[in-house]
């Protein structure tokens, strides 16, 4: 099945820096979606982003289909941006893949 | 607007006892149901979907169950639980181009 690798595992930040983040596949895919997890465990669906670049206030994410990556950049990074952050793909049908994600610390 | 409920929050069961989770859905009908297990510092793991009434399908062959008994509601269901079943459990349903989770259970198994 489809592989789905995500860096770095771990991630440190001073308040105010800047950030990118990986998402690497092994597929084609039909759907490919960033999700935060913020530490009480809830999942917040960030991007839908099979392809192109999106942005959405300090976040924007681009995915290049035929390179098999996305990247999402945290620009002016706050502590609310703390949390695990996933990548997750579906290549077709009910299964999305997630990766096993980006944890993120964001020092006051 | 569209919610998802999951309940419990948190459950502590000892080894070789039932499980029954609920997870229903407000504010849309016939939606696709998922329910994913999140081990410790780990991704999601897919375990079962639902795309209408009695109609489950597995993805990883493990002592859990599932069923879905009217539209919005999706159950996880285990005779007999083990330890290796302790996790974060999380209910989605599927909108356009995107699921959206529940708050999820906390499951320990002692």
């Known amino acids: 099945g489809i592989q789905v690798e995500q860096s770095p595992p771990d991630l440190i930040l001073q308040e105010g820096a800047n950030s990118t983040l990986r998402c690497n596949f092994s597929?084609?895919?039909?759907?490919l979606q960033w999700f935060h997890q913020n530490p009480w465990g809830q999942l917040i669906n960030l991007f839908y982003?099979?392809?192109g670049t999106k942005q959405n206030g300090r976040l924007s994410a681009t995915t290049v289909a035929t390179e098999r990556y996305s990247l999402l950049y945290i620009s002016s990074s706050q502590t609310t941006d703390s949390g695990v952050y996933f990548c997750?793909?579906?290549?077709?049908?009910?299964?999305?893949?997630f990766g096993a994600g980006t944890r993120l610390f964001v020092k006051a | 607007s569209q919610t998802i409920h999951q309940w419990p929050a948190t459950l502590v069961q000892p080894v070789g006892s039932p499980l029954s989770l609920e997870c229903t859905v407000e504010?849309?009908?016939?939606?696709?149901l998922y329910w994913y297990r999140q081990a410790a510092g780990r991704g999601l793991q897919l375990l079962f979907y639902?795309?209408?009434?009695?109609?489950i399908s597995s993805e990883v062959p493990q002592n859990l169950s599932a069923s879905r008994p009217q539209d919005r509601q999706f159950i996880l269901s285990s005779k007999k639980l083990l330890l290796s079943d302790s996790g974060f459990y999380l209910c989605?349903?599927?909108?356009?181009?995107?699921?959206?989770f529940g708050p999820g259970t906390r499951l320990t198994v002692l």
């Open positions: 989605a349903w599927e909108g356009q181009d995107t699921q959206y």
């Open positions: 597929d084609s895919v039909n759907n």
């Open positions: 982003i099979p392809s």
């Open positions: 997750a793909v579906n290549t077709g049908g009910f299964k999305t893949i």
């Open positions: 504010g849309t009908s016939n939606p696709n």
């Open positions: 639902s795309v209408g009434i009695g109609q």
